[in-house]
């Protein structure tokens, strides 16, 4: 890796590149699923490649291939240097990056069991099991479970003598059971929607998750949403669970809070946000328990956003994003933490695959837990609904105006759950939401979600982003608009 | 990025040649993929992203006793060639014997798609920057922001298997996309082609400059139920939707919004929609991920879903042909149509916009996704470009809405059809989609700019 990684700085520099850095990238991914009791998808893929990021005449330039030669490598260097120079044909001014310190250092998150060497029976036999379990349920249409791993290892260097080698192990897993009855589509999943739970860990994450143990559960509720009162429209008090607060925070706080986004870089596709600059310290982004962090350090846990480096060299740190309700700061990168008067960047580039430019993405971009346990939160509430599990998201272009809906819900009334309900769905402002919160659970009930497909930039990029959440509850929000007639 | 980086037709059969000796499996398939794209990006009246990249992708299928799996990698050296041979044996022999899979396809007769264009394959870096300074000159002329990107790039695939199956496409692409921003207005435009003639970065910055201007100082309007002139791109974002509901498998498994509703009036006499690869306007390969050649299917006549798409098992389980649109095996998601081509009609843009006496037009959509899977509720967002029609003229620009809306209610409530063009949004993939005049869109919220 890297002779690699030398052959194309050193190209970089000889065709007059002022900087340069270089990624080699080994990815290697397992898919298992399954449908109804049998064997879905069964893929193994394995990708290496470099990247090659140069500065020359001041503008930005960019190449990747999997020709991994001398010929090859030195190839596309000299084409990231060309593509640079036609860059600057249209540049207004000069790249400028924040000062940053060279490192050589490895990482590896920790993990103990290596998926990829525990046997396909025994992973296939776990997902066919709790494809049974779900499957036994009356009523029960359609039953799904996947498992996915992925293994990163890569090797960053650059021209200012860095040299990073990092290894991340990558697992997740979730079920599925769908209910069609009564020309209606009901459908529960565990531990979450849209493919599970997904963490920086080893295959103990799917033992420690117990599918086959929650499958009838799922099974059963899928079946009695049918049942169920529709979630009723209009103004009322809401308790998130974790998962769904989780992407709340995703998509109200860890995508506005991108500096590229809000220096206009993401305009054309992803958008922009309404955190312009003047809002930095100023604006009341929720209430005064509402403390946000990015963090990608271990220390904050096995996220899909924990890491040792990003992708541009810079270390993992913990940034303050909301501090006691107040907004305090951005997701930035070398260049635009220079752009905005920052001393250095916080060290949020990341980068899908070799074949990919690294960008700004999120982290963990975590809520923190708060005092509450979530049995004397729901008997503190006297009127209000209990959402659970994400089933549709969707938020403006600046990120201002969203709407959520959920597989499940649960109507509270006199501190106790007395009835489900079906279709819940709530929407809101973002910072008349967060402003709205008025309790949050504490540490037990928190956990690190991971979302393993947001999607941002140009050409598309698909990342694993971390989010800490324990579930809290939020008054005066919109309910069920989404169904209204 | 010049064409001759492409590596031959011959080169490629080489390469499964190579892999078919390697095999010790019952049935081998061999799918390649090469890819050789560059995007220039521009924001803020700069570019500030401009990236290319080469790619090789060889999969192999194995079969051994009704058993089969996948492996894939990006190396072509004899050593990594023998590991994903093996590691596909080794998947397939892990899993439980599949009773039901079918033996692969034999050789296969395709219809001739012409959509390499050597002008779009050759495009360099100054080509896709050269643009950039014209654009902003335009939008530069009243105060005005310009982001967007340009793409070019040339894609070739293949697909062989043991029994003798072979298949080869490749095809051109380039793409135009910008976006013009004023302080509390913006607008839109975006086109692609596999020929980088067809594309007129000018003529689109332009349009979406005068959609900026023309938004300035949106008003808010209450929330309700409007008539919308949807242009391509939203209505395409919005039907695009729809795609895997004509899946035989998502029928079976009873989570297509056409279960129970086949042959039934559930859209306007209106729409009529078929599935066809070798449309004009289409892109994509004329066979499928089995191997078999895409067949064009009727999918909806006047308002009547009539036929789905079946891979060969789904044809199979319910006695019927395969159409050619089975997913790359394994899957359990069985087969899509992926060039959909609605029937249009003849009304302009214009013509819709002075037949509405009050109503909003709608430039594109953003952030869809799907609330209600059964009545086909989507939610979504206007953007860069919404407008209020009143007295048949275009009045003011409008706030930005938030919708929930059912695409078959839409699709019933189709006053006016435009001529279908190719379309392209950013939530759905390119289609052949017109522009639609609908009654009573569901318009639930508005945000604030």
């Known amino acids: 890796m890297q002779d690699w990684a030398n052959w194309a700085l050193e190209t970089a520099r000889v065709r007059g590149a002022t900087y340069a850095d270089a990624r080699v990238m080994d990815l290697r991914q397992r898919d298992l699923s399954t449908k109804n009791g049998e064997v879905g998808t069964l893929a193994e893929t394995e990708s290496l490649g470099i990247g090659v990021r140069v500065v020359a005449e001041g503008a930005w330039g960019f190449a990747s291939t999997d020709r991994l030669t001398r010929e090859g490598v030195q190839a596309c260097a000299a084409q990231a240097v060309a593509i640079a120079r036609a860059s600057a044909l249209a540049k207004r001014h000069e790249v400028v990056l924040a000062p940053e310190q060279a490192y050589v250092d490895t990482w ?13 029976e025994r992973q296939l036999d776990l997902l066919l099991a709790a494809d049974a379990e779900m499957r036994q349920v009356a009523g029960v249409t359609l039953t799904e479970t996947s498992m996915q791993f992925r293994r990163i290892e890569q090797l960053f260097a650059s021209s200012i003598g860095s040299l990073i080698h990092q290894v991340k192990m990558q697992s997740g897993c979730g079920i599925a059971a769908t209910s069609f009855a009564a020309n209606e589509i009901q459908k529960r999943t565990y531990p979450n929607s849209f493919g599970g739970q997904h963490m920086l860990q080893g295959y103990e994450l799917v033992e420690s998750l117990d599918l086959a143990g929650h499958a009838q559960r799922v099974g059963e509720e899928a079946v009695a949403l049918h049942k169920a009162t529709q979630c009723p429209e209009g103004v009322r008090t809401i308790l998130l669970d974790g998962g769904q607060l989780g992407l709340q925070v995703h998509e109200s706080v860890g995508h506005p809070i991108e500096l590229d986004r809000v220096l206009g870089m993401e305009a054309n596709f992803a958008g922009m946000s309404f955190l312009t600059l003047d809002k930095l310290r100023t604006l009341r982004y929720g209430s005064d328990i509402v403390n946000v962090v990015a963090d990608a350090r271990l220390a904050h846990g096995p996220g899909l956003g924990t890491f040792g480096y990003d992708d541009e060299g810079v270390p993992a740190q913990c940034t303050d994003i909301i501090k006691e309700g107040l907004f305090t700061g951005y997701l930035s990168n070398r260049e635009t933490a220079a752009a905005i008067g920052e001393s250095r960047s916080n060290g949020t580039m990341r980068t899908e695959s070799w074949n990919r430019l690294p960008i700004i993405r999120m982290t963990n971009v975590s809520l923190l837990p708060g005092t509450w346990a979530l049995d004397d939160l729901i008997a503190d509430t006297d009127d209000a609904i209990l959402m659970e599990t994400n089933r549709s998201w969707s938020i403006d272009d600046r990120r201002y105006h969203f709407q959520f809906s959920t597989e499940i819900g649960w109507e509270i009334r006199g501190g106790k759950k007395i009835r489900m309900l079906k279709n819940p769905s709530y929407s809101g402002i973002t910072t008349e939401f967060w402003n709205s919160c008025d309790a949050i659970c504490s540490r037990q009930h928190w956990t690190l979600w991971g979302t393993p497909n947001c999607g941002k930039g140009q050409p598309m990029q698909t990342m694993g982003t971390g989010h800490g959440a324990a579930p809290a509850r939020f008054r005066n929000i919109k309910v069920g608009v989404a169904f209204s007639k | 990025m010049a064409a001759a980086h492409l590596p031959s037709e011959a080169e490629i059969r080489r390469l499964a040649e190579r892999i078919f000796k390697l095999s010790e499996a019952d049935e081998t398939e061999v799918q390649i993929d ?6 220039t990006r521009f924001a803020n009246n700069t570019i500030h992203q401009n990236v290319a990249e080469r790619m090789l992708s060889v999969s192999v299928r194995t079969v051994f006793d009704r058993c089969t799996a996948r492996a894939t990698t990006n190396k072509t050296d004899e050593e990594s060639l023998r590991r994903v041979v093996a590691a596909s044996a080794t998947l397939a022999r892990s899993r439980p014997r599949n009773p039901d899979l079918l033996p692969m396809s034999g050789p296969q007769k395709y219809p001739r798609v012409e959509r390499f264009f050597p002008a779009t394959a050759a495009a360099s870096p100054e080509d896709r920057a050269a643009p950039s ?43 135009f996309s910008i976006s013009v921003l004023e302080e509390n207005s913006s607008g839109w435009a975006k086109a692609n082609s596999p020929d980088i003639a067809d594309i007129a970065p000018d003529a689109l910055a332009e349009s979406a400059s005068q959609k900026a201007i023309a938004s300035r100082a949106p008003r808010e309007l209450a929330p309700g139920h409007y008539t919308v002139i ?3 791109a939203a209505a395409l974002d919005v039907v695009g939707f729809l795609f895997y509901d004509f899946s035989a498998t998502a029928v079976r498994d009873q989570r297509s919004c056409l279960t129970e509703r086949l042959g039934k009036q559930v859209m306007g006499q209106n729409i009529t929609l078929w599935d066809d690869v070798c449309h004009p306007l289409q892109l994509g390969a004329p066979f499928d991920g089995e191997g078999l050649p895409r067949q064009k299917v009727l999918l909806v006549e006047r308002g009547v879903p009539r036929n789905l798409v079946y891979s060969r098992a789904a044809a199979k389980k319910m006695n019927v042909q395969a159409t050619g649109h089975g997913l790359s095996l394994p899957n359990e998601w069985g087969e899509a149509p992926m060039n959909l081509v609605f029937g249009g009609g003849t009304a302009s843009l214009q013509e819709m916009i002075s037949s509405t006496d009050s109503g909003i037009l709608v430039t594109r959509l953003w952030y869809i996704r799907e609330v209600d899977p059964y009545e086909k509720i989507l939610t979504g967002m206007t953007r860069d470009g919404t407008f209020l029609v009143e007295g048949g003229r275009v009045v003011a620009g409008v706030r930005n809405f ?13 006053e006016m059809l435009g001529p279908a063009v190719r379309a392209s949004g950013e939530e759905a993939f390119e289609m052949v989609v017109p522009a639609m005049k609908v009654r009573g869109f569901h318009f639930t919220e508005v945000t604030k700019f």
């Open chain 2, 34 to 39: 090469f890819t050789s794209d560059a995007l």
């Open chain 1, 108 to 120: 590896q998150n920790p993990y103990i069991k290596d998926p990829f060497r525990i046997p396909l």
């Open chain 2, 402 to 414: 938030r919708f929930n809306q059912s695409v078959l209610e839409m699709l019933s409530n189709v």
């Open chain 2, 133 to 175: 300074p014209r654009v902003v000159t335009i939008t530069a002329r009243t105060g005005q922001t310009a982001a967007g990107i340009f793409s070019t790039g040339a894609m070739q695939s293949a697909l062989a298997n043991s029994r003798g199956l072979s298949a080869h496409y490749r095809q051109t692409r380039a793409e």
């Open chain 2, 230 to 232: 949807l242009e391509p």
